[in-house]
């Protein structure tokens, strides 16, 4: 198997680490992700004795995890992040913006992730966007087996200026550990968050282009990413009249009128009112 910057892999540790590919970046392309994660991880972070975040396929720019360290400093400025990319060249030009300790770059892969440390939160944007889909469960498997007792996987999809994101939280293990329970915050479960630009937004299944990999061919009638996003569509829809506070009010009250349909959608206000609807993934059947 070719490695295009770095010679050949065997396929054993080709598929072990996966595969360089486009680099693809901006900056401030990942604040909503950011944003969700500080708010969700910061009690994470600050409960854990070695606050260890990985960013794994930072692109050619070493910009974004610039950005996450400089937002998750403020939730825990004991965190440590480390950016992990499989180009060699791109490591190699990122070192420069380094602040080591809490913030260094290094080669890596998914299954590499462990050389950093036991990460309690790993994000993964827009990198295995560009795998096939049968290499993405395997590959949820090797981030979620590295992470730190109680860690959260991030990984998804978001558009080039950031205004439309799709992102899975998939907690390690199967549930959170009872202290987290009581904070709060991180799902037990899996969750799908879908966050927008709301003036821009003409409806909510706009962000059907920005789904992780393993939705988005997915969004099909019979299934689940469909029914959400019909749901969605028609609650945005009865929200009309709301567009005359803000489009931020209609947001508001199209997903407040989900979860009065009984679809199981996290948070509360204080989230909505940022663009985002962050739900337990897969659904449950419809009631
Ligand atoms: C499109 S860029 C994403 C950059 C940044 N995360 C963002 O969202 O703007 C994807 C990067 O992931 C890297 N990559 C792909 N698979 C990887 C893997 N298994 N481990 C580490 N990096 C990987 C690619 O080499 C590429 O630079």
Redesign the pocket.
Known sequence: MVNPRGGRLAAGRARA??????????PN??RRVDRWLADAAGPLLRGSADPLVV???????P???VELYQRLRVVCPRVRVVG????LA?VAAARPAARPPGLTFDH?????VAQAGRPVLI?????????PEPAVAG?WLTMTGLLAPGGLLVEG??DELGRRACWFGRPAGTAAPPWLAAVGRIPAGPTLTLAAHLPSLRQPSELAERLPKTLITRNVPGENVHRLFEALDHAWARAAARAVFSPRQRWIAAVGDLRMQGFPIRGDVRRWRLGELTVDWPLPAPR
């Open positions: 680490l996966g595969l360089p590919t486009r680099g693809t970046t901006a392309r990942l960013d794994l396929g930072f692109g050619s720019s910009v974004t995890t992990l990319e499989l180009d791109r890596g892969g998914f299954g590499l994000r993964a944007l827009n990198v295995l966007r560009q795998y590959a999809t978001c």
